[in-house]
């Protein structure tokens, strides 16, 4: 068993504005609400442990760009611009990691990145650009992130590129 978690991580404050929005304390105390129900369906339906999940969301957490360059952290991917993350740090990471369920947080918003780093045994990162957005990292290979998460929690992630 294994949970898949999205959130809103919202947008720009202002429109046309590099200075993007959070996910609130509201958002934060739901997934703790959230994550503590499904851990004790499963324990009363006989489960042990904590069933691992993942998150998605489109705005990346600030522990990502504070980390994305550290050689130690990498994965795999690649970015090829800068990281733009909400203009407030609520301590949603820091949720993550005291929930200790979530395995992954995958985002997109920077068009140009597919950057995954794995930070304190959470990965964080991008997917594979899919679309064909004008104007935004037209030499990028497309394509999409596999994410094959096992009941044990371990997870194997594949970037499965389009070829011309």
Not at 17 to 33: L, N, P, R, V
Not at 132 to 145: F, M, P, R, T
Request: charged residues 20%; hydrophobic residues 30%; contains cysteine.
């Amino acid at each position: 068993m294994q949970a898949v978690v999205t959130i809103d991580s919202h947008s720009a404050l202002r429109k046309y504005s590099t200075d993007y929005d959070w996910i609130g304390k509201d958002q934060i105390e739901w997934y703790k609400w959230a994550m503590k129900g499904v851990q004790e369906l499963y324990a009363n339906a006989g489960g042990t442990g904590i069933i691992p999940s993942i998150n998605f969301q489109h705005i990346h957490v600030n522990e990502y760009k504070d980390n994305m360059d550290n050689p130690n952290y990498y994965v795999l991917g690649e970015n090829k611009e800068d990281s733009y993350p909400g203009k407030k740090n609520t301590g949603w990471f820091t949720a993550l990691k005291e929930v200790g369920s979530s395995k992954g947080v995958f985002f997109g918003h920077d068009h140009a990145n597919n950057k995954i780093i794995n930070l304190e045994g959470i990965y964080l990162g991008y997917g594979v650009e899919s679309g064909w957005c004008e104007g935004y990292a037209e030499d990028c290979k497309k394509g999409g992130l596999l994410i094959t998460l096992n009941n044990n929690g371990n997870v194997k992630l594949q970037q499965i590129l389009y070829e011309k």
